[in-house]
């Protein structure tokens, strides 16, 4: 639900899970308010809506504190430590300065020890993280990397191993050969067929929607998503089941069509056959995976069977490893098993089926054809369109972190170089007054020209 609204239809059950973390759905009857965040699990519902995108409540949640990791921020540490020590440093040299001045000219030891004080800036080294952070933030958001918060930048520099969801992120929803192997279906078939799969959110349901050409819409009396298995409808008293083909009942398999990834279709106590998909993969996968195959531990992850690891053999680097069959629990032990080896993992998902697993990553990505469509547990959402950036964007959290360390050291041979004057007496404080802010906005100007010279030549 990715607005707030009122329930118009009887009644609805609602999945609060990513806000609150309870997974037992919640009844709402007409006139009810049900808020964005929550995921419709019944039949298709009716409501109106209250508020905006940019209002809603999952927006909101979206900066929880629930949602928010914690993460060790060694660059705000750094500018801790520093300022920690700088004012008894700096008061020490002006002391110091005085102390040697007062003997041999009064007039310059007054002066030296004002100079001192007004000269050292602080701000210069204070400013550096935040105004590197939020315009690396500012330039990823132009090119539809949209991070939750600045901290996310200095996370994704420190990621050492990528794990992918298969279906809905390395696969295009828009794009699919489909197939269908069975009995002949008819028409009424077709319209029971195609309204079921409308309350679907499963990327093999919504292009086997769009697949499909448009029918009339009849009302569903009863309407279940089941997690891993498929959709259980119910239609003027018939049962419409949608799914794997454990689900539907369907023993008539052999071990290859097993294999396939495909929608088993059973109307009643009748099976009509099933649609077969050969994925598209995204453009630009084969590049990419490459890319990154050369600095990242890759890893895939797929809720289908392993129909398609002959496929994704030959279009990724040889040492990424495949694993199919994965429940959304057991994506989520896997990332826990990896970071008790000490890796920092970034998730690539939809966001779907795979929440957990974003939430429990050291960063959690969700790539969306629909950048409103988003769950709360993720760190960032990435526009499908941009997948092909990955790297890129990574690159950029790289180098994000090298600004920061030159900044740094910018400032710091500022404030020697005019320390070094002002204790000699070659400093008035007049001059230091006007040096002094001079410093805040050379380092803003260099972060900003940095920052965005390494975006604009693509990090080649």
Same mark, same amino acid.
């Given at each position: 639900?990715?607005?707030?609204?009122i329930?118009?239809?009887e009644?609805?059950?609602?999945?609060?899970?990513?806000?609150?973390?309870?997974?037992?759905?919640?009844?709402?009857k007409?006139?009810?308010?049900i808020?964005?965040?929550?995921?419709?699990?019944?039949?298709v519902?009716?409501?109106?809506?209250l508020?905006?995108?940019?209002?809603s409540y999952?927006t909101?949640?979206?900066s929880?504190?629930?949602?928010?990791k914690?993460?060790?921020?060694?660059?705000?540490t750094?500018?801790?430590a520093?300022?920690r020590?700088?004012?008894?440093?700096l008061?020490?040299?002006?002391?110091?300065g005085?102390?040697y001045?007062?003997?041999?000219?009064a007039?310059t030891?007054?002066n030296?020890?004002?100079?001192?004080?007004?000269?050292?800036c602080?701000?210069?080294?204070?400013?550096?993280?935040?105004?590197?952070?939020?315009?690396?933030?500012?330039?990823?958001?132009?090119q539809?990397?949209?991070?939750?918060?600045a901290?996310?930048?200095e996370?994704?520099?420190?990621?050492?191993?990528?794990?992918?969801?298969?279906?809905?992120?390395i696969t295009?929803?828009k794009?699919?050969?489909?197939?269908y192997?069975?009995?002949?279906?008819s028409?009424?078939?077709?319209?029971?067929?195609?309204n *079921? &799969?409308r %309350?679907? #959110?499963?990327?093999?349901s919504r292009? $086997?929607?769009?697949? =499909?050409p448009?029918?009339?819409r009849?009302?569903?009396?009863?309407?279940?998503?089941?997690?891993?298995?498929?959709?259980?409808?119910?239609?003027?008293?018939?049962e419409?089941?949608?799914?794997?083909?454990?689900?539907v009942?369907?023993?008539?398999?052999d071990?290859?069509?097993i294999?396939?990834t495909?929608?088993h279709?059973?109307?009643?106590t009748?099976y009509?056959?099933?649609?077969?998909?050969?994925?598209?993969?995204?453009?630009?996968?084969e590049?990419?995976?490459?890319?990154?195959?050369k600095?990242y531990?890759?890893? *895939? &992850?797929? %809720?289908? #069977?392993?129909?398609e690891?002959?496929? $994704?053999?030959?279009i =990724?680097?040889?040492?990424t490893?495949l694993?199919?069959?994965?429940?959304?629990e057991?994506?989520?032990?896997?990332?826990?098993?990896?970071q008790?080896?000490?890796?920092?993992v970034?998730?690539?998902?939809?966001?779907?089926?795979d929440?957990?697993?974003l939430?429990q990553?050291?960063?959690?990505?969700s790539?969306?054809?629909?950048?409103n469509?988003f769950?709360?547990?993720?760190d960032?959402?990435l526009?499908?369109g941009?997948?092909?950036?990955?790297n890129y964007?990574?690159?950029?959290?790289?180098?994000s972190?090298?600004?920061?360390k030159?900044?740094?050291g910018?400032s710091?041979?500022?404030?020697?170089?005019?320390?070094?004057?002002?204790?000699t007496?070659?400093?008035?404080?007049l001059?230091?007054?006007?040096?002094?802010?001079?410093?805040?906005?050379?380092?803003v100007?260099?972060?900003?020209?940095?920052?965005n010279?390494?975006?604009?030549?693509?990090l080649?």
């Amino acid at each position: 639900i990715p607005v707030d609204g009122i329930l118009m239809s009887e009644k609805a059950e609602i999945d609060y899970s990513f806000v609150t973390g309870e997974a037992i759905p919640i009844s709402k009857k007409s006139g009810d308010k049900i808020f964005a965040g929550g995921k419709q699990i019944g039949k298709v519902i009716e409501m109106e809506v209250l508020h905006s995108v940019s209002q809603s409540y999952l927006t909101q949640l979206w900066s929880n504190e629930i949602f928010q990791k914690k993460v060790f921020q060694k660059h705000k540490t750094i500018t801790d430590a520093i300022s920690r020590y700088f004012t008894p440093i700096l008061l020490l040299i002006a002391f110091a300065g005085f102390g040697y001045w007062i003997f041999i000219d009064a007039n310059t030891a007054f002066n030296v020890f004002t100079a001192v004080l007004i000269v050292a800036c602080p701000c210069a080294l204070a400013l550096t993280a935040p105004f590197t952070f939020g315009n690396i933030l500012r330039i990823m958001g132009k090119q539809k990397m949209y991070l939750k918060n600045a901290l996310v930048i200095e996370q994704l520099a420190k990621v050492d191993t990528i794990v992918f969801d298969k279906t809905g992120t390395i696969t295009t929803n828009k794009k699919s050969n489909i197939i269908y192997e069975g009995g002949t279906i008819s028409d009424e078939n077709f319209v029971l067929i195609k309204n *079921v &799969l409308r %309350g679907s #959110n499963h990327p093999l349901s919504r292009m $086997l929607y769009d697949f =499909l050409p448009e029918y009339n819409r009849i009302k569903i009396d009863d309407f279940q998503e089941i997690t891993g298995k498929g959709i259980l409808a119910i239609v003027d008293n018939k049962e419409i089941k949608i799914g794997s083909a454990s689900f539907v009942n369907n023993t008539i398999l052999d071990s290859s069509e097993i294999e396939k990834t495909a929608l088993h279709i059973k109307i009643g106590t009748l099976y009509l056959g099933k649609f077969v998909f050969q994925n598209q993969y995204r453009e630009g996968l084969e590049k990419l995976f490459a890319t990154l195959s050369k600095e990242y531990n890759i890893k *895939v &992850l797929s %809720g289908d #069977n392993d129909g398609e690891r002959a496929n $994704l053999e030959v279009i =990724l680097p040889k040492r990424t490893e495949l694993i199919f069959n994965q429940k959304p629990e057991q994506k989520l032990e896997f990332i826990k098993k990896l970071q008790e080896t000490g890796k920092n993992v970034m998730m690539v998902g939809d966001g779907l089926n795979d929440a957990g697993a974003l939430a429990q990553s050291n960063v959690g990505i969700s790539v969306s054809e629909n950048v409103n469509v988003f769950s709360p547990a993720c760190d960032a959402i990435l526009d499908a369109g941009e997948f092909s950036k990955l790297n890129y964007f990574l690159k950029l959290s790289h180098k994000s972190i090298l600004i920061i360390k030159m900044s740094f050291g910018l400032s710091i041979l500022y404030n020697i170089v005019g320390l070094s004057f002002a204790v000699t007496g070659n400093l008035l404080p007049l001059v230091a007054a006007i040096i002094m802010p001079l410093s805040t906005i050379t380092i803003v100007g260099f972060v900003t020209f940095m920052s965005n010279c390494l975006s604009n030549n693509r990090l080649r």
